[in-house]
């Protein structure tokens, strides 16, 4: 699976899953860290820990095992980390005060829905 694809099934999982704002960032051509952050907010930590959770278990039956998560136990911002595509999911709050979008805001935004 190459990191578009990887990038793009995670973001679908994360909007199917009610997630809200969700953006792929083409961030490859800015550093070396990876080629894709996948961004997206959940309304309270159960939300948040269940979007985590939904794409830990799709990408892993799908053959896909993340380097590492952060984050997890306060679920304020979850980081999956999948070498080339590195997925963050925020609580609202968390978001707009890491401004990720801003930060990387040289990063173009990739659509994911056809």
Same mark, same amino acid.
């Given at each position: ?28 051509? /800015?550093?070396?860290?990876? #080629?894709?952050? @996948? ?10 820990? +269940? $979007? ?26 979850? /980081?999956?980390?999948?070498? #080339?595509?590195? @997925? ?10 890491? +401004? $990720? ?14």
């Amino acid at each position: 699976m190459t990191a578009f694809e990887k990038a793009k099934m995670i973001a679908k999982l994360l909007d199917n899953k009610k997630g809200e704002d969700v953006k792929i960032l083409q961030i490859g051509t /800015l550093t070396t860290i990876g #080629d894709y952050f @996948v961004v997206a907010t959940g309304n309270s930590t159960t939300q948040v820990k +269940a $979007l985590a959770d939904e794409v830990d278990e799709k990408m892993s039956a799908a053959g896909e095992e993340p380097k590492r998560v952060e984050g997890y136990q306060s679920a304020a911002w979850i /980081l999956i980390d999948y070498y #080339d595509v590195i @997925v963050h999911v925020f609580q609202k709050e968390a978001r707009e005060f890491y +401004a $990720l979008e801003r930060l990387w805001s040289d990063a173009p935004v990739v659509p994911f829905e056809e």
